[in-house]
């Protein structure tokens, strides 16, 4: 659209993807800003299940060394923590996921 002020009138239409040499359309810009937005997504995904598998091992780690050490005050801190960051990196995962599997195909 126009400014308001501007007299020269611009087209809104969209113009046909060009055809390349052998009849097939070249790539467009939403073309290829859909597949990053494909790729960003499996890859956000990717990391933050990464994140919450590493999360949770490091916690049995922590968890296991602490009562081997008989820090059972320790256990119960870092069981306080788990309980607060599990929530939140699980709701975000699963979001992630979510979002991917659930995404436009076309």
């Known amino acids: 659209m126009a400014a ?16 390349a040499p052998g009849g097939l359309a070249a790539p467009t810009l939403s073309d290829s800003l859909k597949k990053t937005h494909v790729e960003t997504a499996k890859t956000l995904s990717f990391w933050l299940i990464a994140i919450l598998a ?15 050490l008989r820090r059972e005050y320790g256990v119960s801190i870092l ?3 788990l309980h607060v960051w599990l929530p939140v990196l699980s709701g975000l995962a ?9 995404r436009d195909r076309s």
């Not at 590493?54 to 780690?61: A, D």
């Open 4 to 19: 308001p002020d501007n007299p020269i009138q611009e087209s809104v239409q969209a113009s046909p993807a060009p055809i």
């Open 94 to 102: 699963g979001a992630a996921v979510t979002y991917y599997f659930t």
């Open 79 to 81: 069981e306080d923590v």
């Open 54 to 68: 590493g999360t949770i091992v490091v916690h049995y780690v922590c968890v296991m060394i602490l009562i081997l």
